[in-house]
């Protein structure tokens, strides 16, 4: 199982990055994926989720910033993420679970995934 994060840099406030979570070894359209970003000194955060059939959610601190999307031909969930802060500098990490769903609203949980990836840092300047 892998769980690749890409699509990290250094910004400046206001820009725009896109970051990628490549995935491989599951079952793509079983899992929902989520992203989480630490700071230096701070807890690891939510940042939003994707389930497999597409519904997202994302943190309060990123609402109408961040986007979420998945292309299940390509086993790849994407963060979209505009209007950048200063604060959003972190290590962004992608995850799968196979416990969180509809049915079961845990995404925020990071104890709930099953599978992470390595990281991608993203920088902000201001």
């Known amino acids: 199982v892998q769980l690749q994060a890409s699509g990290g840099g250094l910004v400046q406030a206001g820009d725009s990055l896109r970051l990628s979570c490549a995935t491989s070894?599951?079952?793509?359209?079983?899992?929902?994926v989520g992203w989480f970003r630490q700071a230096p000194g701070k807890e690891r955060e939510f940042v939003g989720a994707?389930?497999?059939?597409?519904?997202?959610t994302t943190a309060d601190s990123v609402k109408g910033r961040f986007t979420i999307s998945r292309d299940s031909a390509k086993n790849t969930v994407y963060l979209q993420m505009n209007s950048l802060k200063p604060e959003d500098t972190a290590v962004y990490y992608c995850?799968?679970?196979?416990?969180?769903?509809?049915?079961?609203?845990?995404?925020?949980?990071?104890?709930?995934?099953?599978?992470w990836g390595q990281g991608t840092l993203v920088t902000v300047s201001s």
């Open positions: 995850a799968a679970t196979s416990v969180c769903g509809v049915e079961r609203q845990c995404y925020y949980i990071d104890k709930e995934y099953d599978y």
């Open positions: 070894g599951f079952r793509f359209t079983s899992y929902a």
């Open positions: 994707i389930n497999w059939n597409g519904a997202s």
